[in-house]
Every structure is written in structure tokens, then in C-alpha cells.
């Protein structure tokens, strides 16, 4: 059978590339990003305090990453606490098909922002294109009730800065490496809000 690579060397030297991709990419959000990412730590932490809910949303991978999000925020991250309250607006096929099939595919995200955020809420969002009609949307929901907002990008021009309380950009054309660091991202807020909780900050 056939395969990309014919041989182990080959693959190795694959591998190496993308790991050395990784590592430059992550050099470089490390020194543009560090600030922000302690920002959005904050805001996620203080909504959290002051007895709000985190929401999260994305398109693809972007919705897996808004799941993984979530469950460490209900679930743990590394320490023992108490669960965090946190939705992922991903997940309820139900309500994704009725109202994408009612609305149109750009409210499936919005109207639940719409049903369930309150002021003081926080909404992550993820788009590695930073124009994904159902997150702008989302957003300008999330404006409108006063949620606070926290979006992360890729680096590309983009339709959201206007709409969100923080933008964290990955300087990255690739979806891929768009997508890693943007998993960083969401383990190091889950480091910092267990470390601001455990001592009572």
C-alpha cells in the first residue's frame, strides 16, 4: 500500500518541520501575547467570582477546541475545585438544526447568546479566519447584552476587533498551527483562573 511517506526518515523529517514550525510560532505568541493572555485569564476569572457563566463557540475545530474549553472549566484542569459554570454553544444538536434551519446557519450561535447570556457573562470565540458570519454574529449579540468578549484569531484581517473587549491574534496563515496555539492559549487561561482561585485572589 501506498503512503506520504516511504520511509521512517522521511516521517521524521516531517515531523521536524511541523515541531519547528510549533516552536517558532509559539517564540513569537509567547513575546506578542503574554500580556493578553493574563488579560483574558482575568476577565474569565472575575465573570466567574462575580457569579457569571463563561459561553464559547467556533466552527469546526474551533468548536471542538470551545468543547475541550468547557469541560476543563465544568470538569478540572490540573487541581481539584469546585466546577466552573461554563456552555459550550456547540453542542445541543437540537437547537444547532432547528435554528439553522429556521434562521439560517449565521444565528446558530447568536440566538443562544440572545436565550441564555447575561451582562457580565463572558463569550470566547474562536476563528482561525476571524469572519465566520455565525461569530460576528454571535458577537454583536453578546455587545448588545453586555456580555464581555474575548476572541481568538488568526492572523488575517478581521471583522471582530470592533466587537470584542479582547482579540488575541496568532501571526499564522495556517489553520493548523492557528489551531495549536490557540489550545495553548485555552490551557494557560485554565492555569492561571486555578491558580487566581486556589489562592483566593
Do not use: W
Amino acid at each position: 500500500m501506498s503512503t506520504a511517506f516511504e520511509n521512517p526518515e522521511q516521517a521524521a523529517d516531517s515531523i521536524d518541520r511541523a515541531l519547528l514550525g510549533v516552536q517558532s510560532l509559539a517564540n513569537l505568541v509567547r513575546i506578542q501575547t503574554a500580556e493578553s493572555i493574563a488579560c483574558a485569564a482575568a476577565l474569565v476569572h472575575t465573570a466567574i467570582k462575580s457569579g457569571n457563566k463563561i459561553l464559547a463557540c467556533g466552527n469546526g475545530g474551533s468548536a471542538a477546541e470551545a468543547q475541550h474549553f468547557i469541560a476543563e472549566l465544568v470538569g478540572r484542569f490540573l487541581t481539584e475545585r469546585e466546577p466552573l459554570a461554563g456552555i459550550a454553544l456547540t453542542v445541543d444538536t437540537s437547537v444547532l438544526t432547528a435554528v439553522g434551519n429556521d434562521y439560517g446557519y449565521e444565528e446558530v450561535f447568536a440566538r443562544q447568546v440572545r436565550a441564555i447570556g447575561n451582562a457580565g457573562d463572558v463569550l470566547l470565540v474562536m476563528s482561525t479566519s476571524g469572519r465566520s458570519a455565525n461569530v460576528i454574529a454571535a458577537l454583536t449579540a453578546a455587545r448588545a447584552r453586555g456580555l464581555i468578549t474575548i476572541s481568538l484569531v488568526g492572523a488575517v484581517s478581521n471583522e471582530e476587533l470592533d466587537l470584542c473587549d479582547l482579540v488575541i491574534t496568532i501571526p499564522d496563515k495556517s489553520t493548523p498551527r492557528v489551531q495549536e496555539m490557540h489550545l495553548v492559549i485555552l490551557h494557560l487561561i485554565c492555569e492561571i483562573v486555578d491558580g487566581a482561585i486556589a489562592s483566593g485572589d
